[in-house]
């Protein structure tokens, strides 16, 4: 028969929770000439003198003992007794818990605290475990020890819901809790914790209701909820330290987009304690050199994420991408971002294919409400940092501008644009910026170039600078493409189509200067825009041929390049064909075997599209 009742001293309880004369289940911490020291729980201990010992025990052995008295100093004494087993019960002394938020622990330096929170990163350090923890009102560290290098509690993961006991410091200038303590919650119990803390993530990664779009635009109005839903989602990776990495095609419109959202989420991360200079991995920019995400750009993506997963316990990240991502080019890499569950987004404004919106959780285009590629990226991005962190607008006011006339716009939208700027900026100015990003990052290649670019684009409060070095890249580029247009014109071959459109091959393999500024894709952009000026009102479709590639410009025929090089390669199934981009800006590749073939049947499919009446 079960006479006796022994208490075990659960997490959180002090000396205040103790009564003399009851009997607890201890734990043997050390040992002394006088005594042995005897665990309670992992924040009380009391001394069992050497005359009060009963058995022989080991460190860490389980121990029966009773109170004997708490001195007013808050000293134990104890007596082991001896209760043979299964002749008594245990009852566990619970606390009643007084929960601290996060957002709270600068008011209490010094104190004891306790935390329900998610786990969102463990670092092993060369000292104590760092545990990242999440609550409804913040992130901040938790430091645990057990020895150097050693994991501390290995059956906390990531993703788990904890209860951490500990006191509040400050290191670093960064808050802390010194863990005394840390529990994993289960069942309802966590169930409870990870709904309120996910519900006051949801509010607070609401962007605010008093941003509206910066101009008049029935495409952005028309876009605004989806645009809304994106920066919601981008808000809560950073208030949960997922990291975000941000893939945009390497052009001025694409940079553009990048870095206002790259500007608006770096001053977000500040804005909530975190420190995106020494926890760079947070946020990275990467260009990507096609208009969609490429192979190349999701292995090394996957190979950097997964290595800092492993080394440095973070979470997967979010993949952002911008002015590239919503055709079918982008399958490939969306197949591997499903294998590893990857959360990706899309702001893009070349036309889009159904088929990839399945992978993606939100997916801003225009042409899903009736707009064109003439709302570019950078306009479209510009308005998603906005609703991220309003406070970077009047930094970032330019930028759509400078994104439109590098895309060559004649959407509406882009004239609004300007006229917020008017005073500020010009027209040429913009174009300026426009063209020195695209020479600086054609010699940057795949590195994001953080701070020339903002130099570039007068984001780093150096005006002079920013004169300086837009005047003397516009120069460099100006000099190479004029050396390059004065070497290419005089081979670029014309022929009038059944369509009457005019239609000039301009081989930018064997009469351009190679591996230099301009790329092929800018050449045959330079090529098209000198023979617009020449055929005023008139249609023009430029074709710039290398080997396996051509790069397609048109002003004036209805073309749609994405349904054009789709015909094509149901047609040729030998010649390797894929491609696409805008409808009327876009390139094709193929193999060169095939090259002859190919074009013949490009000059075919392009004379079957209508023309404008210019």
């Known amino acids: 028969m079960v006479n006796n009742m022994v208490y075990r001293l659960g997490p959180g309880c002090e000396v205040d929770d103790i009564v003399e004369g009851q009997v607890y289940l201890g734990k043997v911490q050390g040992f002394a ?44 004494d104890l007596r082991e007794v001896d209760i043979p087993e ?44 760092i545990f990242t923890i999440c609550d409804d009102t913040g992130v901040e560290d938790a430091a645990a020890f057990t020895e150097a290098g050693v994991r501390s509690y290995p059956e906390v993961n990531l993703g788990d819901i904890v209860r951490v006991f500990g006191e509040a410091t400050r290191r670093n200038n960064q808050m802390q809790i010194e863990v005394s303590d840390m529990q994993v919650l289960k069942g309802a119990e966590a169930d409870n914790v990870r709904s309120r803390i996910n519900k006051a993530l949801e509010a607070r990664a609401e962007p605010s ?60 991360i500040r804005d909530n304690g975190g420190d995106p200079d020494q926890d760079n991995f947070l946020f990275r920019r990467s260009p990507s050199k096609a208009p969609f995400y490429e192979i190349e750009d999701v292995t090394r993506d996957l190979d950097m994420m997964l290595k800092d997963n492993v080394r440095f316990g973070q979470k997967l990240p979010l993949i952002l991408l911008m002015d590239n991502g919503s055709t079918e080019e982008d399958m490939p890499s969306y197949k591997m971002t499903e294998v590893y569950q990857l959360d990706v987004v899309v702001a893009d404004h070349h036309h889009p294919d159904d088929t990839i919106d399945k992978y993606l959780l939100a997916h801003v285009n225009p042409y899903h409400v009736g707009g064109d590629f003439g709302v570019t ?23 759509p501008s400078v ?36 020479y600086e990052q054609y010699w940057l290649r795949f590195n994001d170039g953080r701070e020339i670019v903002k130099d570039i684009l007068n984001l780093n409060n150096a005006p002079e600078r920013h004169s300086r070095l837009v005047t003397l890249l516009v120069t460099e580029a100006n000099a190479a493409i004029e050396d390059q247009m004065s070497t290419m014109m ?3 071959q014309h022929q009038v189509l059944s369509s009457n459109a005019n239609l000039f091959l301009a081989d930018v393999e064997m009469f351009a200067h190679r591996f230099t500024f301009p790329p092929p894709g800018k050449s045959s952009g330079e090529v098209h825009d000198i023979l617009c000026k020449r055929y005023v009102n008139q249609p023009v479709v430029t074709l710039g041929l290398g080997p396996d590639f051509a790069v397609i410009r048109s002003r004036g025929v209805k073309m749609n390049i994405p349904q054009m090089v789709r015909s094509m390669r149901d047609e ?31 000059i075919e499919k392009i004379s079957e599209f209508p023309v404008d009446q210019l």
């Open 377 to 399: 990226a950078g306009m479209l991005g510009t308005e998603i940092a906005r609703l991220i962190n309003p406070s970077v607008e009047q930094k970032i006011l330019h930028l």
């Open 86 to 129: 299964g002749s008594y019960e245990t009852q566990l002394v619970t606390k009643k818990i007084m929960l601290s938020r996060l957002s709270d622990l600068k008011n209490k330096v010094g104190r004891n605290v306790t935390i329900e929170a998610d786990i969102v990163q463990i670092k092993q350090t060369s000292g104590p475990t």
């Open 403 to 438: 994104a439109g006339v590098a895309d060559r716009s004649e959407a509406p939208e882009l004239n609004s644009y300007l006229a917020l700027i008017e005073g500020k900026y010009t027209r040429d100015e913009c174009k300026d910026m426009a063209l020195a990003l695209d």
């Open 490 to 492: 005089p081979h670029v």
């Open 209 to 268: 209701e008093d941003v509206a779009p910066l101009i008049n635009s029935d495409v952005l109005t028309a876009l605004w909820p989806e645009m809304r839903k994106l920066a919601k989602i981008i808000r809560r990776s950073v208030l949960t330290q997922q990291p975000i990495i941000l893939r945009h095609h390497a052009d001025a419109d694409g940079i553009c987009a990048a870095v206002s959202v790259e500007t608006a989420v770096l001053q977000f």
């Open 33 to 76: 000439t006088f005594g042995t020291f005897v665990l309670l729980n992992d924040r009380v201990k009391g001394l069992l003198h050497k005359s009060n010992i009963k058995s022989e025990k080991q460190e860490r052995d389980q121990i029966l003992v009773q109170v004997n008295q708490i001195r007013p100093n808050g000293n134990i």
């Open 572 to 602: 040729m199934p030998g010649a390797g064909i894929s491609g696409g981009g805008h409808l009327v800006v876009g390139s094709i590749k193929f193999v060169e075997g095939m090259r002859s073939q190919v074009i013949a049947k490009m």
